[in-house]
């Protein structure tokens, strides 16, 4: 049994940073994918990003380029680098593991965080 929990979240004015990070209990990280997630309220969970157990990344198309993904399994930790950041980005980011093929889906994964709260304001 795998055991996540998110940190970093918080207030932020629109274009700028924040950093996210998930750590990891209880199993083998370096054997999972790990996927952010985020939900706003009124709207369905939407992907944002995922570094496979090599470190390989994908991310959504609404965050390329300004976000990213990495994981230090040494740490069993994966971190959300959020930069330039929207309004439309205000969300609950929850991260997950997995043993995943394509990594975009939350149905793929058995694993979540409770969330942290990112606000973006103007």
């Known amino acids: 049994q795998v055991q996540l929990e998110e940190s970093g979240g918080g207030l932020v004015q629109a274009g700028g940073s924040l950093r996210l990070s998930c750590a990891a209990s209880?199993?083998?990280?370096?054997?999972?994918?790990m996927g952010w997630f985020r939900q706003a309220p009124g709207k369905e969970r939407e992907f944002v990003a995922v570094?496979?157990?090599?470190?390989?990344?994908y991310y959504a198309d609404s965050v390329k380029g300004r976000f990213t993904i990495s994981r230090d399994n040494a740490k069993n930790t994966v971190y959300l680098q959020m930069n330039r950041l929207k309004l439309e980005d205000t969300a609950v980011y929850s991260c997950a593991a997995g043993v995943v093929v394509y990594g975009n889906n939350f149905r793929e994964y058995d694993y979540w965080g409770q969330g942290t709260q990112v606000t973006v304001s103007s």
């Open positions: 209880g199993g083998t990280f370096s054997n999972y994918a």
């Open positions: 570094a496979s157990w090599s470190g390989s990344t």
